[in-house]
Each structure stands twice: as C-alpha cells, then as structure tokens.
C-alpha cells in the first residue's frame, strides 16, 4: 500500500501568491489544502487540483482550528503551512479626510498578523503530532511579510506594522518550536504581478517593474512559490526572513 502525498495547507490559497503555491505544491506530487474566504474560487481550483478547499476567514481562530482538525480526519499528514492572506488598503495617519481611521487599522493587523498567528499555531499543533521524516523534520510554515516591513511607504502605516510583526515573530516561532522538529521560515516580497498590481494599466504596471533593479518587472507569482518549494526541502533555512524583491529599496511614496 503506497503511502499518501504529504498535505500543504495554504491560506489565501485561492489567488495570487497563495494559487501559485497552490499549483507549484499540487504538480510537485503534494496533496493540497487551500483554505480563502473566496468559497467558490477556492473549490474551483481544489477542483481542478484535486485538493480540498475550505472557506474561512483567518482572523477566525476557532475556523482555523476546525481546519486544520478537518484536514488530519481525512487522513491527511500537513506537512507544510503557508500564510498567503493579506489585505492592504493604503491610509495616511492624518490626511484631508481626517485622522486614520481605527477600523482599518484593526482590520489590517487582525487579517495579516492575527491571521498568521492563527495559521501557524494550528499548523504547530498539527504539525507536532506528526512522525519525524528521513531528516528528523515534522514540518515547515512559511509566512509572508512584505519590503513594506522595512521600506514602508507613505499610507502603508497598518499594512507595515502587521508585515513587520510578521518579521518578528519569525524567530522567536523558530526557537519555539525547535524542540518539535517543525521549522518557521517568512518571505518578504517585493513588487509582485497579484491581482491587485494586475489590475492596474499596464503603463502603470511597466512603471512599478522598472523601478525594481534587476530583473526590471513585476515579479511572477511562480518565483514565489519556487522559494517556498526550496523552502519545503532545505532543512536549514529557519528562522529567517527571506526578501524576494530583485533588490527593490522602495521610495517614500
């Protein structure tokens, strides 16, 4: 009897980064799981990968929980969690509509740093029960930070705070975890081609690509989700923020 594909678990899995992870991880021979608060783009794409799909909301502790639970029922072994949700709406501290408003700010941080906690403490507990593999590992979780961690632009104020918290975290969850065998590791893009910068003209989008170094574009989706494959089969890397940018040192504004 052959023993099942690993399973890698991945939230905002229905698009973008998260979709390119999706498809890297699906044609690498691994069982997928794409949890995204878009159910129907979620299943669609499950579909066609033959994976599962399972609609939630991060800032909900208590769906993830009930996701990664649902996941080990079928039978599933996570052996990888990667944090793709995010969101982003651009606001001043004080601007000509007034002061920043308190509920984006709480949006903000709830959906990218208390989202990301949520994923990887369910991913660790999960990951904790498994047997160790051929390299002693139980699992990997890779979370996604951004350059605005360290180059934050003018309005990005919530949108850096929560990607740096991201950052911080990365070590200490490492050393937290060390004694499970279950590795943390965190990306930091820079300029990539996501719906969001997709949707822009393209002269706006040529524009934002040649203002990164080299290589002078938009990067692509796949090249994230090639990191994160690295990321899955080198034991070494942990505990540390990875800056995927072309060299990218963004402008105040």
């Known amino acids: 009897m052959s023993t099942p594909p690993a ?3 991945i939230s905002g899995g229905a698009s973008g980064l998260g979709e390119a992870t999706a498809r890297r991880f699906a044609a690498d021979g691994w069982h997928v799981a794409i949890l995204d608060r878009d159910g129907d783009r979620a299943r669609a794409l499950a579909s066609e990968l ?20 649902a996941i080990v029922a079928e039978g599933h072994t996570v052996r990888l969690a990667v944090s ?12 000509k509509r007034g002061p920043h408003k308190i509920e984006t700010w ?6 990218n740093l208390f989202g990301t906690f949520h994923v990887l403490r369910a991913a660790a507990v999960t990951m904790a029960a498994n047997e160790p593999d ?9 979370n996604t930070a951004s350059v605005a961690a360290y180059d934050g ?15 911080g975290m990365t070590l ?12 943390v590791v965190t990306i930091a893009p820079g300029l990539f081609k996501t719906p969001l910068l997709a949707s822009l003209p393209q002269a706006a989008q ?16 796949s090249e994230y989700a090639a990191l994160v494959a690295h990321i899955a089969e080198n034991v070494m890397l942990n505990g540390e923020v990875i800056r995927l940018d072309g060299s990218l040192r963004m402008a105040p504004r």
């Open 134 to 142: 051929e390299h002693g590992q139980r699992g990997a979780i890779v």
């Open 106 to 111: 709480n949006a903000i941080l709830t959906v």
């Open 206 to 221: 040529d524009a934002l690509g040649a203002s990164v170094p080299n290589p002078a574009r938009l990067g692509d989706p």
């Open 153 to 167: 632009q003018i309005g990005q104020i919530a949108y850096a705070a929560s990607k740096g918290g991201i950052v």
């Open 7 to 9: 399973t890698a678990v």
């Open 50 to 69: 033959n994976g599962a799909a399972i609609e939630l909301d991060v800032t909900d502790a208590a769906a993830v929980d009930a996701a990664f639970e």
């Open 84 to 95: 793709c949700a995010g969101i982003g709406p651009p606001e001043r501290i004080l601007s």
């Open 172 to 183: 200490p969850a490492a050393r937290d975890l060390a004694d499970k065998f279950i590795r």
